[in-house]
């Protein structure tokens, strides 16, 4: 079992930034990609951001691309996203998620992901 506790979200004006935080803990040693989704009201899931653990190769989605990085910290077992430039649009839950079985689907499939966090709240002020 992998526990993933996202923090580091909150309320924030437009063009402000934040960055969340996602510490897993238990048996991460088979992490192999971890990423961040976010969910809007009344919209589906979409992909955010994923990194490899290993060696840290990064994947953004087109949305936020240039405006959001993800990083991981393997000592803390932590990875994060930073949010600047952020948009009205912008706000959601952001969920952190974990692949530890090795999956072969697309990076932006949800379905990819075996663990996920319970999310925190972004909200963006016009």
């Known amino acids: 079992q992998v526990q993933l506790v996202e923090s580091g979200g909150g309320l924030v004006q437009a063009g402000g930034s934040l960055r969340l935080s996602c510490a897993a803990s238990?048996?991460?040693?088979?992490?192999?990609?971890m990423a961040w989704f976010r969910q809007a009201r009344g919209k589906v899931r979409e992909f955010v951001a994923a990194?490899?653990?290993?060696?840290?190769?990064?994947h953004h989605a087109d949305s936020v691309r240039g405006r959001f990085t993800i990083s991981r910290d393997k000592a803390k077992n932590t990875v994060y996203l930073q949010m600047n430039s952020l948009k009205p649009e912008d706000a959601a839950v952001y969920y952190c998620?974990?692949?530890?079985?090795?999956?072969?689907?697309?990076?932006?499939?949800?379905?990819?992901?075996?663990?996920w966090g319970q999310g925190t709240q972004v909200t963006v002020s016009s």
């Open positions: 998620a974990a692949d530890t079985k090795y999956g072969t689907s697309n990076y932006y499939y949800d379905g990819r992901y075996d663990y």
């Open positions: 238990g048996r991460t040693a088979n992490t192999y990609v």
């Open positions: 990194i490899t653990w290993g060696a840290g190769k990064m």
